[in-house]
């Protein structure tokens, strides 16, 4: 994984491609969540949110409708961010949870749909949007192919028929898993002659 397939945080650190290694839209409204928990590269240390004015560029640029930012904005959507992330990897809803409790939301009449909206901050307002691509995945028996990599921990969506993936990438992961295993393999003594 180079930076030339991915894009660099300000300090120059690679980020993850947030649909990565699929075309956007591949994932459908799953994109959103994995994009968002992908604006970290948690292997290398990159971090697409800085600051404020990060944070306000990268909401615009993946079409949420965002106000005026503050430092808190920020705070609670890096806590969202990891525990959205910790969920996922935990294969367990509790982290997000918690980071949820807050939030309030007011029901919306869209045409002959009902939706729930969430109010407040900026950052309210995003932890909504994502909150109902999450329960609309879980609805429609998709949410358990909302994965974390075992080796690099970027989120992708699962295509495997069995939804048996371990790996973003067989190539760039899977490959990198398979060697260290190789690796450790012929490190391990063949056993001993014995007498």
Known sequence: ??????????????????SWPDLPGT?????????????????LGGEAWHDVDELDGWLRREGYDVGRLTLR???????????LWRSIAGRSLAP?????????FR???DGDVL????TGSTSDVVAGRLVAIVVDAQTT????????????????IDSSRNRSGRWCSMSACGGREKAR?????????????GS
């Not at 939706?115 to 969430?118: E, G, I, M, N, P």
């Open 181 to 193: 295993a190789y690796r450790s393999r012929r490190r391990e003594p063949t056993g001993s002659s």
């Open 115 to 118: 939706r729930l909206v969430a």
């Open 96 to 104: 997000l949870g918690a980071v949820l409790e807050p939030l309030r």
């Open 73 to 83: 904005d920020l705070d609670e959507l890096l806590a969202l961010r990891h525990g």
């Open 1 to 18: 994984m180079t930076s030339a397939q991915h894009p660099l945080d300000s300090s120059g650190v690679p980020l993850p491609d947030g």
């Open 141 to 156: 028996g998709v949410w358990d192919r909302v994965k974390a990599c075992q080796h690099c921990d970027w989120i992708f």
């Open 107 to 109: 029901p919306v009449v």
């Open 27 to 43: 994932g459908g409204s799953l994109d959103l969540v994995r994009r968002f928990c992908n604006s970290i590269n948690r292997e």
